[in-house]
Nanobody, 115 residues
Framework: QVHLVESGGGLVQPGGSLRLSCAVS????????VNWSRQAPGKQRELVAT???????NYEDSVKGRFTISRDNVRNRVYLQMNNLKPEDTAVYYC?????????WGRGTQVTVSS
């Protein structure tokens, strides 16, 4: 069974920071790209950041320079460091990966940016 469990969300003021964590089990973690996506109320889910097995990273334009994705292949975790948060970053954040032709998703963690 593949499991992804997100943590680290919460309420933060504009300009603040949060670090999300995603614990992955059930796959040979180091072989797979892992992604962070988010879904704001009333909006479609959007891909935010990706890190592949070679640690190559890609970001959605609105988070470039503010968010950093990283991975720990010993702890089987992926992180999303989010700095200079804005109200428009408010969303449920999900980590997910594709293995054996299927997509596996965590349940998400809520991030709310508000004063």
């Amino acid at each position: 069974q593949v499991h992804l469990v997100e943590s680290g969300g919460g309420l933060v003021q504009p300009g603040g920071s949060l670090r999300l964590s995603c614990a992955v089990s059930g796959v040979n973690f180091r072989l797979y790209a892992v992604n962070w996506s988010r879904q704001a109320p009333g909006k479609q889910r959007e891909l935010v950041a990706t890190i592949d097995s070679g640690h190559i990273k890609n970001y959605e334009d609105s988070v470039k320079g503010r968010f950093t994705i990283s991975r720990d292949n010993v702890r089987n975790r992926v992180y999303l460091q989010m700095n200079n948060l804005k109200p428009e970053d408010t969303a449920v954040y999900y980590c997910h990966l594709r293995a054996w032709g299927r997509d596996f998703w965590g349940r998400g963690t809520q991030v709310t940016v508000s004063s």
